[in-house]
């Protein structure tokens, strides 16, 4: 610094902007509407209006404020709304002695709870009722099988990751259970949020929820349920083979090498040939043969794909695959009534970037880094209209199940 120059510590104004750009993306761009549609339409019985009401007060919502003068930051839970202009205009913040306003930084959703959760500790048989059933996956949780990022980073290539996992458990909830109504969100950082909306998937126990984490936990093997072999044979190796061997070096990475023969078995007795196997070692030894010659993580692949199938190990073969490719859950988040998710449409307070739905037509596409930030939002709201138009999309075909009146229709 030079002699004359001053040090400003703009941090506050900075800290001010966040805080005018959100109150701006709440006031004009979050699609208050589509929220209140999407949480109540599920506890429509006889009376539309009133049920919707009823099912939107007793809704938990949780807020995150950051505190600009102390640069700390706080949680509120148990915030509950009359109507969603209420939450609308609590979400817009407000003005404190110094004229700056405080606008909650992130929106979380809860249970639909017994009584109206501002009213917890007056009441004294409060509990959460139903909630619809969410699967949170972070990318973090490959960082022992991924070497394009580490730690909290997302990239394209482990996007991949969470694409596959989310085709997945789609697939597997459509076909197993029938649910229908699943949408899918980008959480704004590093993670994927999966929240299935069917009247019955919102009305599960904890128990049901646990059962149905250790239904998809089922190990491959030779035995498989259909299920699980269509989804190894159209999901999960397909995947493995065309996006994970070459993105994440599977064999031209030197520690990837050693943490994928630390999956092999040491030794393995096939009965029909009453020998002992050694397909760690043995699959060590031929990468060391090979290992001037050049080859691609797919063309290694191949031939470490043969000995396994030659050897009668495609038991092996489908642990393998299972262990890159199956979705690594938050069982606490999916299992717990009261555990609460990132609303769609919230800003993520540290990347400034939206929680978007996507399209899981397009999903294996979808780019993290082009996400649009607040900033981009406020300065092109167009930006903001495709994932829009997802979410109506989701809303509407929950409409049609129960045969409500559409005002917009279904945009393609």
């Known amino acids: 610094m030079m002699e004359n120059e001053i040090d400003i510590d703009f941090s506050n104004e900075i800290s001010r902007q966040d805080e005018l750009q959100l109150r701006?993306?709440?006031d004009k761009l979050f699609p208050f509407d589509l929220l209140y549609d999407w949480l109540t339409i599920n506890s429509i019985n006889e009376k539309e209006e009133e049920d919707k009401k009823r099912a939107f007060e007793r809704r938990e919502f949780s807020v995150r404020i950051n505190k600009a003068a102390s640069d700390k930051s706080f949680v509120i839970r148990n915030k509950s709304f009359n109507r969603v202009e209420d939450l609308k205009e609590f979400l817009k913040g407000r003005q404190?002695?110094?004229?700056?306003?405080?606008?909650?930084?992130r929106l979380d959703i809860g249970p639909i709870c017994s009584w109206e959760p501002s009213k917890k500790a007056t009441v004294s048989?409060?509990?959460p009722v139903s909630k619809e059933l969410v699967f949170d996956i972070d990318v973090d949780d490959y960082n022992a099988v991924?070497?394009?990022?580490?730690?909290k980073s997302l990239c394209e290539k482990c996007w991949g990751f969470l694409a596959?996992?989310?085709?997945?458990i789609g697939n597997y909830l459509k076909e197993c259970f029938g649910f229908q109504q699943i949408m899918y969100v980008f959480s704004g950082r590093r993670g994927l949020h999966i929240w299935v909306s069917d009247r019955a998937a919102q009305h599960l126990t904890r128990e049901n929820r646990a059962s149905i984490l250790n239904h998809i936990r089922v190990e491959l093997s030779q035995n498989q349920l259909p299920i699980l072999k269509r989804s190894f044979d159209q999901i999960l190796l397909p995947h493995f083979e065309k996006y994970i061997l070459e993105g994440q070096q599977i064999?031209?990475?030197?520690?990837?090498?050693?943490?994928f023969?630390?999956?092999l078995p040491i030794s393995y007795k096939r009965q029909d040939r009453k020998i002992i196997l050694t397909p760690s070692e043995d699959i060590e030894k031929k990468l060391k043969e090979i290992q001037d010659e050049n080859l691609s993580n797919s063309e290694i692949w191949f031939a470490v794909k043969s000995y396994l199938e030659d050897n009668g190990l495609k038991e092996h073969l489908y642990n393998l695959v299972f262990h890159y490719t199956m979705p690594r859950i938050d069982e606490p988040v999916s299992i717990g009534l009261d555990h609460l998710l990132k609303s769609p449409f919230c800003i993520h307070p540290d990347t400034k970037k939206l929680c978007?739905?996507?399209?899981?037509?397009?999903?294996?596409?979808?780019?993290?880094?082009?996400?649009?930030?607040?900033?981009?939002?406020?300065?092109?709201?167009?930006?903001?209209?495709?994932?829009?138009?997802?979410f109506k999309n989701h809303v509407n075909q929950m409409k049609l199940k129960y045969n409500l009146s559409i005002q917009d229709p279904m945009e393609f």
């Not at 404190?96 to 930084?105: A, C, H, R, T």
């Open 24 to 26: 701006e993306y709440y």
């Open 96 to 105: 404190g002695i110094d004229g700056v306003y405080e606008v909650p930084e």
């Open 125 to 127: 048989d409060y509990h």
């Open 146 to 151: 991924r070497v394009c990022c580490s730690s």
């Open 164 to 168: 596959v996992s989310a085709e997945f």
């Open 251 to 259: 064999f031209t990475n030197e520690k990837q090498r050693k943490y």
């Open 261 to 263: 023969l630390s999956l």
């Open 356 to 390: 978007v739905p996507l399209d899981i037509n397009e999903i294996y596409n979808f780019n993290p880094n082009q996400v649009p930030t607040v900033d981009q939002l406020i300065n092109d709201p167009k930006l903001f209209n495709k994932f829009k138009k997802i």
